[in-house]
């Protein structure tokens, strides 16, 4: 849960680098991510664990291909 949370603060500080609907996309998925674990805390608990690196590579994937596909000046 604490991988979570720290994601949780990637998610929102993206709204530095990326447009206000893909910040929402990204706490869309975050959101859902969270009920997940909260919901695997307790009779899967080893499971929580790769809920923040795929939290990671959501939130890489979506900002690379944010500036690969939105690059005006290339």
Not at 15 to 36: E, I, N, T
């Amino acid at each position: 849960m604490i991988g979570m949370a720290g994601c949780f603060f990637l998610y929102v500080v993206s709204g530095l680098l990326a447009p206000w609907y893909a910040v929402v996309f990204l706490l869309a998925v975050w959101l859902v991510l969270f009920v997940v674990a909260t919901r695997w805390w307790t009779p899967h608990p080893a499971r929580t664990l790769i809920l923040p690196l795929i939290a990671i590579v959501v939130w890489f994937g979506v900002l690379t291909a944010g500036e690969a596909l939105f690059d005006w000046t290339a």
